[in-house]
């Protein structure tokens, strides 16, 4: 449990050799996060605030030092409070953070849309907005859980902040060093821009890979399907293992981008799908070129 109420200010807000980190989410990112801090940082007390079965296993592994018995328990004691929630209960948590966020603390998030979550913290915290940087760490799988937790997740990561006008310097110096200090590399992006951007390479893209294997599923031969799939449909389908309620959230939160996306990619198929009733292998040739030139020129982030 978290200290009793009473302790004193320098037992429950730590102190400079052992600062206290509050994680509230304790799945996939939060459990990492916390890992990843006890591999990095032994000396930090991390308090973490999740669902009772996650928490035991966070604790057993010995990634928090103890269970907050509220959010507010928590923060009230936290130097940095990261927010590992999905996004549609951002709003919630931020509003409980809000009363109890001390004076020099700061507060980051890992949704993977911007645009919402800065609202709701605007909302949320009012007069200590310029305490949050909203943040997007760019590392997950399509497992969920702590059990799927890793300490090296954000190794060479890319983390991408959205600072905004009202961000206080200082917090947003805490929140990169934060980040470089877990193995992960800071960038800046304005939050509409992020959005855009993570519609194209990542949300709309989970949607298609849900979409195709909802679409096997559904067929006569699904059992054949499963059990003779090759490596080129399991690498095409593997995000479609992901969480369905996170990414049906993450989907409606950056709707009008998504929507843009999903516009683009039916006119082409709908072009190869012409192409192949026509006969027409020269148009296949051309679109599958321009299809695999781009592939070919991804790299890690970089590399």
């Not at 308090?47 to 009772?52: D, K, L, N, S």
């Not at 010995?62 to 928590?74: E, L």
Request: net charge negative; with cysteine.
């Amino acid at each position: 449990m978290a200290d009793a109420p009473g302790a004193d200010a320098a037992t429950a807000r730590g102190d400079a050799a052992r600062p206290t980190v509050a994680v509230i989410g304790t799945g996939l990112i939060g459990a990492s996060i916390a890992a990843a801090m006890r591999a990095h940082d032994p000396a930090a007390r991390i308090i973490g605030v999740g669902a009772a079965e996650h928490t035991r296993i966070a604790l057993e592994r010995g990634w928090i030092d103890a269970a907050g018995a509220t959010i507010a328990d928590a923060v009230c004691q936290a130097r940095h409070v990261v927010l590992a929630v999905p996004g549609r209960a951002l709003a919630s948590v931020l509003g409980e953070c809000a009363p109890v966020l001390a004076a020099d603390a700061v507060i980051t998030d890992c949704t993977s849309t911007k645009r919402a979550p800065i609202d709701a913290a605007r909302l949320a915290l009012g007069p200590r907005f310029d305490r949050f940087v909203p943040g997007h760490p760019i590392a997950g799988s399509e497992h969920s859980g702590p059990q799927a937790a890793r300490a090296d997740l954000f190794e060479g990561a890319i983390t991408i902040l959205c600072p905004q006008p009202q961000t206080a310097d200082d917090a947003l110096a805490a929140i990169e060093a934060w980040w470089r200090s877990l193995g992960a590399r800071t960038t800046r992006m304005d939050a509409d821009d992020h959005d855009r951007l993570f519609a194209e390479v990542s949300h709309w893209p989970h949607a298609v890979a849900f979409a195709l294997a909802a679409a096997i599923a559904e067929a006569p031969w699904a059992r054949d399907a499963a059990h003779y799939a090759g490596a080129g449909l399991r690498d095409t389908t593997r995000i479609a293992a992901s969480s369905p309620d996170m990414w049906a959230d993450i989907l409606l939160e950056n709707r009008d981008a998504v929507l843009a996306c999903a516009a683009r990619t039916q006119a082409g198929i709908e072009r190869l799908v012409q192409a192949i009733r026509d006969g027409d292998r020269d148009a296949l040739r051309e679109r599958f070129e321009a299809g695999s030139r781009w592939r070919r020129s991804v790299r890690p982030p970089g590399g």
